[in-house]
Nanobody
């Protein structure tokens, strides 16, 4: 059974940084996986943040985080990271990682993923 566990959330001042981790158990990310990060602010729908795809050389980012967030992977640790720099109050949300095994060519919507973590809260104070 696949489990995704996020960690690394917390409270940070605007301009600060956090690194989120998404660790998988039950399956190896390197086997043609696609791992994405989404976030959901209060009263808002869950929104795409970033994705890394073992079938593609280029990670993809939402326009709102380009240049500030970096998604990366550590195959040895079976973990995907989201480095978040220059954080803004509008980045405040619960952040979720999600995974899919097998190429689909789609990554932007929640339904493009099969497995989800429980979420980790990120709060950015002004």
């Amino acid at each position: 059974q696949v489990q995704l566990v996020e960690s690394g959330g917390g409270l940070v001042q605007a301009g600060g940084s956090l690194r989120l981790s998404c660790a998988a158990s039950g399956r190896t990310f390197s086997n043609a996986a696609m791992v994405g990060w989404f976030r959901q602010a209060p009263g808002m729908e869950r929104a795409f943040v970033a994705v890394i795809d073992w079938n593609s050389p280029n990670p993809q980012y939402a326009d709102s985080v380009k240049g500030r967030f970096t998604i990366s992977r550590d195959n040895a640790k079976n973990t995907v990271y989201l480095q978040m720099d220059s954080l803004k109050p509008e980045d405040t949300a619960v952040y979720y990682c999600a995974a899919r095994w097998g190429y689909s060519g789609r990554y932007y919507y929640s339904e493009d993923y099969d497995y989800w973590g429980q979420g980790t809260q990120v709060t950015v104070s002004s």
